[in-house]
T-cell receptor, first 110, second 112 residues
Framework: KNEVEQSPQNLTAQEGEFITINCSYSVGISALHWLQQHPGGGIVSLFMLSSGKKKHGRLIATINIQEKHSSLHITASHPRDSAVYICAVIGETSYDKVIFGPGTSLSVIP | NAGVTQTPKFQVLKTGQSMTLQCAQDMNHEYMSWYRQDPGMGLRLIHYSVGAGITDQGEVPNGYNVSRSTTEDFPLRLLSAAPSQTSVYFC???????????FGAGTRLSVL
């Protein structure tokens, strides 16, 4: 069993839909990251969370430490949101190492 | 600031050849890492460094060497390329331990 899992693996949505991507992990963590990888390959960091909720524009990330679960929500989705979204965790004792999930491929259709 | 710069962007090697992937950052970050990304596997850590002169192995270090002589540069060396090293390689840096990482644009490597 992978230490970080994401669902769904692939997601197609109509423009304007509300989107949720889930991340679950099996290790104790000090922080969780959400990353976005564009079709051209570039990777950017969206959020770093250790508790609660963060919001940036149309993106919202939440984390429940007790349940070992995080969600990334996209409100009013747009075709430019089409990308792979990657969840990554920093272990409690391995601060220098990041464990990545397999990614969720999102396609938003106009 | 240029951020994290990786060169080359593309490379084709023959089995047994050696090469160095370059990574440089101008943000004065202490922490730097090399990852490889393969279809269906996600990103996997090859080597990382917590400061100049200090490196350590990640999840998949075999066949790769690194050094960190300066804060800015963290080159990745393939000693004798194998087809299994065909992948996309990303370099990343961060200011804090476990902090937000800044990624280079990636190097797409094919080993024939």
């Amino acid at each position: 069993k992978n230490e970080v899992e994401q669902s769904p693996q692939n997601l197609t949505a109509q423009e304007g839909e509300f989107i949720t991507i889930n991340c679950s992990y099996s290790v104790g963590i000090s922080a969780l990251h959400w990353l976005q990888q564009h079709p051209g390959g570039g990777i950017v960091s969206l959020f770093m969370l250790s508790s609660g909720k963060k919001k940036h524009g149309r993106l919202i990330a939440t984390i429940n430490i007790q349940e070992k679960h995080s969600s990334l929500h996209i409100t009013a989705s747009h075709p430019r949101d089409s990308a792979v979204y990657i969840c990554a965790v920093i272990g409690e004792t391995s601060y220098d190492k990041v464990i990545f999930g397999p990614g969720t491929s999102l396609s938003v259709i106009p | 600031n240029a951020g994290v710069t990786q060169t080359p962007k593309f490379q084709v090697l023959k089995t047994g050849q050696s090469m160095t992937l370059q990574c440089a950052q101008d943000m004065n970050h202490e922490y730097m890492s090399w990852y490889r990304q393969d279809p269906g596997m996600g990103l996997r850590l090859i080597h990382y460094s917590v400061g100049a002169g200090i490196t350590d192995q990640g999840e998949v270090p075999n066949g790769y060497n690194v050094s960190r002589s300066t804060t800015e540069d963290f080159p990745l060396r393939l000693l004798s390329a194998a087809p299994s090293q065909t992948s996309v390689y990303f370099c990343a840096s961060s200011r804090l331990r476990g902090g937000i990482q800044y990624f280079g644009a990636g190097t797409r490597l094919s080993v024939l």
